[in-house]
């Protein structure tokens, strides 16, 4: 089966632009839930998506944004980029989400770059 | 609210040491803790996972045990390789954080041969 895939895997904006980053979870997974990485804050929990519904959201401005596609699919969008939004970006997919043991399966990410 | 403290090292051990990398938690009810790894340049990986208190999770030589009455959920492996160079990262989901996996800051560790 095959895993967690994240497109583009390297990306370079300049500030102010807007960029999306795309995840296609495990066939089957129907959770998809967004991090952000950063040598200084960590692993930070964005937002997540179960049936095309936003279920739980991170603290996060409202430049960041998603969505899920009846596939399971998913996007994130982050408009007006600022130099603090350089970070590897993951996804995680899980089955439900609902399940007690809340497994996930992670990408390998999308190393965004702002300059 | 819910939360995980983990020893953020970095820690740096010789190959075939014992390898203790301690992790407490903070739930209210009964969360499942997991232990991820994250080797360079790739995303993370569940290393193993208990569901509740005194399970323990073990996978590649790695172990942790689930202790309620001490919140914690130390990961330990008895004989460390270079390749178990990575980050590591302590996890819980609970119904209390509403299915969130919430991750501990990391730590990680550099095995010299």
């Known amino acids: 089966k095959a895993g967690v895939t994240q497109t583009p895997r390297y990306l370079i904006k300049t500030r102010g632009q807007q960029v999306t980053l795309s995840c296609s979870p495990i066939s089957g997974h129907r959770s998809v839930s967004w991090y952000q990485q950063t040598p200084g804050q960590g692993l930070q929990f964005l937002f997540e998506y179960f049936s095309e519904t936003q279920r739980n959201k991170g603290n996060f401005p409202g430049r960041f944004s998603g969505r899920q596609f009846s596939n399971s699919r998913s996007e994130m969008n982050v408009s007006t980029l600022e130099l603090g939004d350089s970070a590897l970006y993951l996804c995680?997919?899980?089955?439900?989400?609902?399940?007690?043991?809340?497994?996930?399966?992670f990408g390998p990410g999308t190393r965004l770059t702002v300059t | 609210g819910n939360s995980v403290t983990q020893m953020e090292g970095p820690v740096t051990l010789s190959e075939e040491a014992f390898l203790t990398i301690n992790c407490t938690y903070t739930a209210t009810g009964y969360p499942s803790l997991f232990w991820y790894v994250q080797y360079p340049g790739e995303g993370l990986q569940l290393l193993l996972k208990a569901t509740k208190a005194d399970d323990k999770g073990s996978n590649k030589g790695f172990e942790a045990t689930y202790r309620k009455e001490t919140t914690s959920f130390h990961l330990e492996k008895g004989s460390v390789q270079v390749s178990d160079s990575a980050v590591y990262f302590c996890a819980l989901s609970s119904k209390t954080s509403y299915d969130k996996v919430i991750f501990g800051p990391g730590t990680s560790l550099s095995v010299i041969p």
């Open positions: 995680a997919s899980s089955l439900t989400g609902t399940e007690r043991a809340y497994e996930q399966y």
